[in-house]
Every structure is written in C-alpha cells, then in structure tokens.
C-alpha cells in the first residue's frame, strides 16, 4: 500500500486566498484525520471523519477552515480566505479500528506557507 | 484538564549512548498511550502502543514502559544510531471523541558522531 498520500507538499500562498488541501487515505481505512503542526503549538487535532462521516470538528480554528470527505478515498481541506496565521504544516492520518483512539497512519503532510 | 508533558524539551547525545525520554499525563480515562518518532520534513511514525494492561513493550533498539497508577512513561533508546535524530512525542487516547487524543509536544533528539 502507498500509505497516506497528500497533496501538494508544498503551498505558497498569498494572504486572502483560498487554499485546498487533499488527503488520500490508506485504502480500507474508516476515520481519517486532519491535523495541524506549528512550532507553538505542536500537533493539533482539526476535526475526524469515520466512515466519510464529519464526528467532531470542534478542533477546526474558524469559519474560515472547512473539510469534506465525499468518499471513502478522498478528503480536502479548505481554508478561505488565507491568513499568515495559517502557515503550518497539515497532516491527515487515517486508520482502521472501533474508534479514533487507535493507532494512525500519517501522510508526508502539506507545509502551508500564507504571505 | 487533559494534558501530556514531555520532558526534556531537547536532548543531545553521542552515537552509541542510551537515552530515555520521559512523558507525564492526566488524560483520564485512560484508553492508551503511544509514542511516535518524527524526522524533519515527514509525519509521525508510530513506534509503540500500550493499553493499561501493558508495562513495558519493544520495537527493536526503543522500549517504552508504563506506569498507570503514576500516570508515567518513558521511552528509553538503546545504543543510539544518527538515524534516532529526531522528534519523540507521546500521544495518550482517552475514550472515543476529541479527548481522545492529547499530544505532548514532543522531545527533540539530536545523535552526534
């Protein structure tokens, strides 16, 4: 299996504009995850889908982020408008199991760079 | 407030030494608790997991232990490559939802020749 596949790797982007993110989970996997890193902060949690299905995005900072899973394969992940606040590196994780607790499979992850 | 902390922050050792990387939690309940190795530029990479029942368990040249009643546990690297440079952070699961993952924020290794 190819793993967790994300695109792009890398993102540069100008303040106020829309950015998306994608995600490819490991296939047969029924939650995936989004995640942000930042130097401050460390990993944090955005929101989880299981079986496509959005369970909790109490995580997800503003109005402005926004996830979709339309399919068992594929998830984005939308900010707009962009703010250098934004800058981080993105991580989508999935895994199979009874619940978000087991163990994750991460992808390269998406470094977001908002000027 | 569920919260994990790692300590040290950073560490430096030379090629060949051991070390051991200490996580304190608070998560409760407890579901488990797993460590993952994070080079530069890549995501996590899962090197261990421990349910409650579990004290201690091996991924070659890492051993994790754990400590419920003291809500402690430590990930101890044997005889360090260059290839160990990396972030160690522990993950604690709690029941199912957003608690159920707390993140420390992680030790930051640096292996010297």
């Known amino acids: 299996d190819a793993g967790v596949i994300q695109s792009p790797r890398h993102e540069v982007t100008e303040m106020g504009q829309e950015v998306t993110l994608r995600c490819k989970p490991i296939s047969g996997h029924d939650y995936l995850f989004w995640y942000r890193q930042t130097m401050m902060r460390g990993l944090e949690l955005l929101i989880y889908?299981?079986?496509?299905?959005?369970?909790?995005d109490s995580g997800m900072p503003e109005d402005r982020f926004s996830a979709k899973m339309p399919n068992a394969s594929f998830s984005t992940l939308k900010i707009q408008p962009s703010e250098p606040r934004d800058s981080a590196v993105y991580f989508c994780?999935?895994?199979?199991?009874?619940?978000?607790?087991?163990?994750?499979?991460f992808g390269p992850g998406t470094r977001l760079t908002v000027t | 407030k569920n919260q994990v902390e790692q300590s040290p922050q950073s560490l430096i050792i030379l090629e060949g030494k051991n070390c051991t990387l200490q996580c304190n939690y608070t998560v409760s309940p407890f579901s488990n608790l797993r460590w993952y190795k994070q080079d530069t530029g890549r995501g996590p990479v899962s090197l261990t997991i421990m349910t409650f029942s579990e004290n201690t368990k091996s991924n070659g040249r890492y051993t994790a232990t754990l400590d419920a009643d003291t809500k402690q546990s430590s990930l101890h690297i044997t005889a360090s490559q260059l290839s160990d440079s990396a972030s160690y952070i522990c993950v604690v699961s709690g029941n199912t939802g957003r608690r159920a993952l707390t993140f420390g924020s992680g030790t930051r290794l640096q292996v010297q020749p």
């Open positions: 994780a999935s895994n199979l199991g009874g619940s978000a607790s087991y163990e994750q499979y």
């Open positions: 889908f299981n079986n496509n299905v959005p369970i909790d």
